[in-house]
């Protein structure tokens, strides 16, 4: 009986030392969960952190694409060009996926490629026009393809010194160029140009073969010789007997091309571009009244935007330089009356081929008998050619 009492409260107290280790362990298990489950929380937290601290930048990107699309409607030109930038740096960036940045399809993409090669190009139209864009028939139109070199095959281009540094410097193969420094309307039926063929007028190098298409730039020596209200009816004059000698040929009169002021020369301030400007409004309306002439807008791509050569363009500021004579050749190339607008505007004036016969006829006569005279005096003509006229007084800032 003793022995099994002793027994007794051997287990007893065995079972009560369990459950008070039992007790105390506990606790400092209990401790260790929850030290395990805020380690692994704060863990995620940090993680977070960091991410967001990787990733500021693109934080910032998602703040501009939202400013710029809210703005499209104020700025298209940031809208075109933002979500193409928003997908480069999502491409490069792994982390804008933890830091909430918007992703960009590859459709929304080039959608934004086409959107930002759209505003390019009327970037450049606007950039090109420069304020100087004229609302009038007349006015040669920008056309959707250019042409070639071979479009020029069957033309004539007649100038001043402005035109023969296009000539020289703007990489044109193909054309003929009647030219001559110190060439003016004032006095064109005077003076003498040198040709393959000996000196002649410009009238005869008309007379010689059929052309489809006149060039004439014209008129910078024309500033300040003489007064404006014999200008325009001179001018008609000399683009009438154009039509005359080339009746099938559509004109094209290039604008007087302005001038940076600051470099003209002292003496030849008459060589300005207010002048050039009441110069061109004349053309202009020569090109309204005759039918068979077009104006070419030059200025649309040499003016700076306040009515003054581009800065650069000319180092005596009237001569283009190379690279501004080969963006003329371009403009030439994108700027042209199509053959069927031509056919059309040609047939509905009648045209004038048959009816402009006895014409043409006398305008010859008038050239043999000019000749006549121009070989009488070709000694002195290759003098003349170099700097001809009493416009030559000129011909140093102008040409």
Not at 204 to 230: A, E
Not at 249 to 269: L, P
Not at 374 to 389: F, I, K, L, N, V
């Amino acid at each position: 009986m003793p022995s099994s009492q002793t027994t007794t409260k051997t287990s007893s107290t065995v079972r009560r030392r369990r459950k008070s280790n039992s007790g105390r362990t506990m606790i400092p298990r209990l401790l260790v969960l929850v030290f395990i489950f805020i380690a692994v929380f704060e863990g995620r937290i940090i993680h977070t952190l960091l991410t967001h601290r990787v990733s500021p930048s693109s934080s910032s990107v998602t703040a501009t694409q939202g400013k710029t699309t809210s703005d499209s409607s104020q700025n298209q030109d940031k809208t075109a060009s933002t979500p193409s930038a928003g997908a480069a740096s999502s491409s490069s960036n792994p982390d804008q996926g933890l830091a909430g940045l918007a992703t960009v399809s590859v459709s929304d993409t080039a959608a934004a490629q086409n959107d930002t090669a759209s505003t390019d190009s009327t970037q450049q139209t606007d950039a090109s026009s420069s304020g100087e864009a004229i609302d009038s028939p007349a006015v040669v139109p920008a056309q959707s393809d250019s042409v070639d070199d071979s479009y020029f095959s069957d033309a004539v281009f007649i100038g001043d010194s402005r035109m023969e540094g296009f000539r020289n410097a703007s990489g044109i193969t193909q054309g003929t160029f009647l030219t001559g420094v110190g060439l003016s309307i004032n006095d064109m039926d005077k003076q003498i140009i040198s040709t393959a063929d000996g000196n002649i007028s410009v009238y005869q190098g008309l007379s010689g073969r059929q052309y489809k298409k006149i060039y004439l730039m014209l008129g910078t020596n024309d500033l300040g010789f003489y007064p404006w209200d014999q200008f325009q009816p001179t001018f008609e004059k000399a683009i009438r007997q154009f039509h005359t000698l080339q009746p099938d040929a559509i004109i094209y009169i290039c604008s007087v091309i302005y001038v940076e002021e600051s470099k003209i020369a002292k003496g030849f301030e008459y060589d300005n571009n207010q002048n050039v400007q009441t110069i061109n409004q004349y053309i202009l309306s020569t090109c309204e009244d005759l039918w068979y002439s077009y104006y070419l807008n030059l200025n649309e791509i040499f003016s700076d935007g306040n009515h003054e050569l581009i800065s650069g363009a000319s180092a005596d500021g009237i001569h283009l330089e190379p690279e501004y004579c080969a963006q003329m050749l371009t403009y030439l190339k994108s700027h042209y009356i199509s053959d069927s607008d031509w056919s059309q505007v040609f047939s509905a004036n009648g045209g004038d081929s048959a009816a402009s016969g006895s014409e043409t006829e006398n305008a010859a006569a008038q050239t043999d008998a000019s000749a006549s005279q121009t070989g009488e005096t070709a000694a002195s003509s290759d003098a003349s050619a170099a700097s001809p006229g009493s416009s030559d007084a000129g011909s140093v800032s102008a040409g």
